[in-house]
C-alpha cells in the first residue's frame, strides 16, 4: 500500500502511552561535503518520552539516581548525527513541558528545533566533557546543525495494523508508519564545522516515525530508494525497498518473528505483510555479524511474487544505537544502525519469472536484539 496518510505522523502520546510511551520522527539522507564533494550518510530524529511525567528538567533513564529509585524517563530528545568515518550520535534533551505539537498535524517546536511534514531546522551539540561525563546522555560529542526542505514521495502504509481503532486500543508495542520511503530533501547540514548540501535528487532519503509502549526484540530495518536494475542498467526513479519489524506483541503476546516488507517497484507495489494473512505471506531473515562487514538476508514470499534480499555494511561506518525504553531500561545493547548499505534484491513472479534483478545503494539498515535478560 502505498497510500499517505498524514494522520499516522500526529502526535500519538494519549492516554496509557503518556505515561509509559514514546514517539519518534526519524530522517535519514546524503549530502555532500561543501569542499571535497564527498558523500556522506546523516540522521535526526526528534524523540518523545513519556511526556505526562514531565518535569522542569528533562528526566533521563540511565541517571544513577533515577535507576535507584526506579524513576521513569521524561525528555524530548534530539538526535542527530552521521555515518561513515568516524561516526557519531548526538543526544540534545528538552523537558517534554517545552514540547509542542498541535493534536492535527505534524508540527514540532522544543527549544530552537522544529518539525513538520516540509521542513525541519534545529541543532544538537555535545561537548567532549559532557559526553565523557554524562553517560546518562548515550551520548558521543559532536556539533550538528540543519536547515531542511522535506519532500515525501513515496509512502508505506502498513495498513490496518496502525488504525485508528488498533492506535486506540494501544494493540502492539510499536507502532510504524513510513510516510516517506523515497524522500527527497534538500539545503544544508554542518557537522562538526563542515558545511554538507544536500541535493534532492542525490539524497536518498527516507522518513518515518514509530510510537508505543516498548521496541522490539529482534529489531531488523532496511531502506533504500537509490535502487538500479542490474539487467536494463536503468536508474529505478520510481521505486523504494522498505523492510521493517522483529517480533511484534499484540495485546501483550509475543508474535513469531516477522516483518513487514514492502517493495514499490516503479509504480506497483509488492507487499510483504504478515497482517495480511490472506496473502499468504511468507517471510524469513538473518543477520550476520561480520569483523568487517555485517550481512543481512530476507527472503519473502506471496500469493504472487517472492522476492530475495541480500545486504551488506560495512562495520566501521555503522554505529551501536542508544535508546532507553520508556520504563527507563536500556535493553539494547548491541543495536547497529548504519546508512551506506549495499546489496541486491531479485523479484520474481510467483511461477518463478525474474521481474527484475536490482542493486540497491545508500540503504539505512539496523539489526539488534536485547540483551540476555
Known amino acids: 500500500m502505498n497510500k499517505s496518510d498524514l494522520k499516522r505522523d500526529y502526535f500519538m502520546l494519549k492516554g496509557p502511552l503518556a505515561k509509559k510511551g514514546y514517539d519518534w520522527w526519524w530522517h535519514s539522507f546524503t549530502g555532500y561535503n561543501k569542499k571535497t564533494g564527498e558523500a556522506r550518510p546523516f540522521f535526526i530524529e526528534y524523540f518523545t518520552c513519556n511526556p505526562a511525567l514531565a518535569e522542569d528538567e528533562p528526566v533521563l533513564g540511565q541517571d544513577p539516581e533515577n535507576q535507584k529509585t526506579g524513576k521513569r524517563p521524561s525528555y524530548c530528545m534530539i538526535k542527530a548525527g552521521a555515518y561513515g568515518k568516524d561516526p557519531k550520535q548526538i543526544h540534545n534533551f528538552y523537558s517534554m513541558k517545552y514540547f509542542n505539537c498541535p493534536d492535527d498535524e505534524l508540527n514540532i517546536q522544543v527549544g530552537d528545533c522544529s518539525l513538520t511534514e516540509t521542513h525541519m531546522s534545529g541543532f544538537s551539540r555535545v561537548s567532549e566533557e559532557d559526553a565523557k561525563n554524562h553517560p546518562e546522555y548515550m551520548s558521543d560529542a559532536g556539533d550538528m546543525m540543519w536547515d531542511l526542505d522535506i519532500d515525501k514521495q513515496i509512502t508505506f502504509n502498513v495498513g490496518y495494523g496502525a488504525n485508528s481503532l488498533f492506535r486506540k486500543l494501544n494493540s502492539f508495542e510499536m507502532f510504524w508508519h513510513a510516510e516517506g520511503i523515497k524522500t527527497q530533501y534538500s539545503g544544508t547540514v554542518w557537522l562538526d564545522g563542515e558545511e554538507y548540501e544536500v541535493i534532492p535528487e542525490k539524497s536518498f532519503g527516507y522518513a518515518d516515525k514509530n510510537?508505543?509502549?516498548?521496541?522490539?526484540?529482534?529489531?531488523?530495518?532496511?531502506?533504500?530508494?537509490?535502487i538500479t536494475s542490474l539487467i536494463s542498467g536503468k536508474k529505478l526513479n520510481n521505486s523504494a525497498f522498505e523492510a521493517g519489524g522483529g517480533r511484534p506483541k499484540a495485546f501483550g503476546i509475543e508474535l513469531p518473528r516477522k516483518l513487514l516488507i514492502g517493495f514499490y517497484y516503479?509504480?506497483?507495489?509488492?507487499?510483504y505483510n504478515f497482517a495480511r494473512f490472506w496473502n499468504m505471506v511468507n517471510?524469513?531473515?538473518?543477520f550476520q555479524e561480520g569483523e568487517d562487514v555485517h550481512t543481512w538476508h530476507v527472503n519473502a514470499s506471496n500469493r504472487n511474487s517472492r522476492m530475495e534480499l541480500v545486504l551488506y555494511c560495512k562495520r566501521d561506518e555503522m554505529m551501536l544505537f542508544n535508546y532507553e525504553a520508556p520504563d527507563g531500561k536500556k535493553r539494547h545493547n548491541r543495536l547497529w544502525n548504519g546508512g551506506s548499505g549495499y546489496g541486491e534484491i531479485k523479484l520474481f513472479k510467483k511461477d518463478g519469472t525474474l521481474i527484475d534483478h536490482v542493486k540497491i545503494?545508500?540503504?539505512?539498515?539496523?539489526?539488534?536484539?536485547?540483551?540476555d535478560e
Open 361 to 371: 545503494e545508500n540503504a539505512g539498515c539496523e539489526y539488534g536484539e536485547y540483551d
Open 283 to 286: 517471510i524469513d531473515f538473518d
Open 266 to 271: 516503479e509504480g506497483k507495489m509488492y507487499e
Open 211 to 226: 510510537w508505543g509502549g516498548d521496541f522490539t526484540s529482534p529489531w531488523l530495518w532496511i531502506s533504500s530508494c537509490n
